[in-house]
């Protein structure tokens, strides 16, 4: 065991102070790539990867995934120990990457790389990709041609987030399935952002008729108490979605003329007073709520909630629709282009009413697979109403 550090660390403006130097472990080339952040004590110590408390806790959960040690290649974002424990500066990251990482990168030749953590996962997908619990399980594309799929550190399971050691076996187990070509490609999605009201009434002449169910989703502005209704999407497959908007930003009517506005409310209507299951996301606490101040009528008995399902399968777990899209979906983080965009406050109309029909088809997709897990759990015991 050593902490010295080899010469060509010399470049690193912290390298008389950083502690230790671990390289990279594993096969090469392999499919899948785990990149940590640094070293810590242990590993410093021992001049090897992930060997102390969280790193045997990653490992245990690799196994628990179905990996076997000589399937992956496992290394960190930077090779030393930073004084104190502390985060890596750019600098060192830069010149490290430069120095070690981009070589291994060439030779381990990686179909998935598993940043693991909030450091990692921002060196291979920016800045601004936003925080390790809000994209650890989506699916990304990387310029070296390889998919990236995040997961949390496990120093965050470690900190009490003991819910998050069953997430990150799946997320692994994902990655794992990914390296196999096993991963569902995710399905092309078929949105109409700027309906005709003709558009409007076949879509639910279609639904109704064949007596299908539906996922809607509202995007609303203003307070609570007097919420404008921006625009409702409706989904009826796992890929088919329609927008109906009502309104464009600076508050401008989308409906040219009062008829058509009037004909499009009255075929969402038709809809919801329907026979047919009616699906949301919290729709019970919100959307609902909403379009009965609207003067909507519901038909009593024909909604369900993917959130308050969830909640009979893993009340431990999270519960957002961003979370359950990355467990049950291979839908792209579409939240992330209304990030880009300002918010939803600042989105364009079209990234808006796309990222409305995504809601709507995510929960679509959801709520499928929450159902066949209430069957097999015993929680739902009537097939027909899947």
């Known amino acids: 065991m050593s902490n010295t550090k080899p010469n060509t660390c010399d470049p690193c403006g912290s390298s008389s102070i950083n502690a230790g130097f671990a390289a990279g472990e594993g096969p090469t080339p392999a499919d899948i790539m785990f990149v940590g952040?640094?070293?810590?004590?242990?590993?410093?110590n021992e001049g090897r990867p992930f060997r102390g408390g969280t790193g045997k806790m990653l490992r245990m959960m690799m196994h628990q995934a179905g990996l076997k040690p000589h399937e992956y290649y496992i290394t960190n974002i930077v090779k030393c120990r930073p004084p104190k424990n502390r985060t890596p500066t750019n600098d060192e990251i830069?010149?490290?990457?430069?120095?070690y990482l981009q070589a291994e990168l060439n030779v381990v030749r990686p179909k998935v790389i598993v940043p693991v953590g909030d450091v990692a996962a921002k060196f291979f997908l920016g800045p601004s990709v936003g925080g390790i619990q809000t994209i650890r399980g989506y699916v990304f594309d990387h310029s070296s041609g390889a998919i990236v799929i995040p997961v949390v550190h496990p120093s965050f399971v470690a900190r009490g987030n003991r819910e998050f050691w069953a997430i990150t076996v799946n997320d692994i187990r994902k990655a794992r399935l990914a390296s196999k070509g096993l991963l569902?490609?995710?399905p092309v999605p078929k949105f109409n952002l700027f309906p005709t009201v003709s558009d409007v009434r076949e879509v639910c002449q279609m639904?109704?008729?064949?007596?299908?169910?539906f996922a809607f989703?509202?995007?609303?502005?203003?307070?609570?108490?007097k919420l404008n209704i921006m625009c409702c999407g409706i989904a009826w497959s796992a890929n088919d979605a329609l927008c109906v908007p009502f309104l464009k930003r600076g508050g401008v009517e989308y409906w040219c003329h009062p008829d058509d506005e009037a004909e499009a409310w009255y075929w969402l209507n038709q809809l919801w007073l329907s026979d047919c299951i009616k699906i949301g996301q919290n729709i019970f606490t919100f959307d609902i709520p909403v379009l009965m101040q609207h003067g909507v009528v519901f038909k009593p008995f024909t909604a369900r909630d993917t959130l308050i399902r969830h909640h009979?399968?893993?009340?431990?777990?999270?519960?957002s629709l961003a979370f359950l899209t990355s467990v049950y979906t291979r839908l792209p983080h579409y939240k992330l282009d209304v990030k880009k965009a300002g918010g939803m406050l600042w989105a364009p109309d079209e990234i808006m009413r796309r990222y409305n029909c995504y809601d709507c088809i995510a929960t679509y997709q959801v709520d499928k697979l929450l159902t066949q897990e209430m069957l097999e759990f015993g929680i739902l015991d009537d097939k027909e109403i899947a």
């Open 312 to 319: 009979c399968i893993g009340l431990e777990l999270p519960h």
């Open 217 to 225: 989703d509202l995007e609303t502005v203003g307070y609570r108490e």
């Open 184 to 186: 569902p490609k995710p």
């Open 207 to 213: 639904i109704l008729s064949r007596n299908l169910k």
């Open 37 to 44: 952040e640094a070293l810590g004590e242990t590993e410093a």
């Open 94 to 99: 830069a010149t490290c990457t430069r120095t």
